[in-house]
Nanobody, 128 residues
Framework: HVQLVESGGGSVQTGGSLRLSCAASGVTYAGSHDVNCMGWFRQAPGKEREGIATIYTRGATYYANSVRGRFTISRDNVNGTVYVQMNSLNPEDTAMYYC???????????????????WGQGTQVTVS
């Protein structure tokens, strides 16, 4: 049973940084039978959920254009936690941020919401 719990959200000023964490249970990086990728999504009020960064079991990473160069996804292979380091934050980054896990067979699906089966409850990030 896969459970994802996000933490690290909060309020920050423009130009600041935050690091979000996703504690994952039921997922191993030797390759779970139904998880080979974990990702971060975000949803701002009135907008669709947007995939922003994903990381595969073998280490490949993918980013949305909106965050590339500012955000970095990483994972701790010992405890299964996935992180996203967010730098140079601006008000457009304000959203609820979600961690997700799933099995993806096509790279071009790496940032698609429908590719991910398991979801956390989210953590709010507010940039002012």
């Amino acid at each position: 049973h896969v459970q994802l719990v996000e933490s690290g959200g909060g309020s920050v000023q423009t130009g600041g940084s935050l690091r979000l964490s996703c504690a994952a249970s039921g997922v191993t990086y030797a390759g779970s039978h139904d998880v080979n990728c974990m990702g971060w999504f975000r949803q701002a009020p009135g907008k669709e959920r947007e995939g922003i960064a994903t990381i595969y079991t073998r280490g490949a990473t993918y980013y949305a254009n909106s965050v590339r160069g500012r955000f970095t996804i990483s994972r701790d292979n010992v405890n299964g936690t996935v992180y996203v380091q967010m730098n140079s934050l601006n008000p457009e980054d304000t959203a609820m941020y979600y961690c997700a896990a799933g099995w993806i067979t096509r790279i071009d699906n790496s940032l698609r919401e429908s590719s991910f089966r398991y979801w956390g409850q989210g953590t709010q990030v507010t940039v002012s």
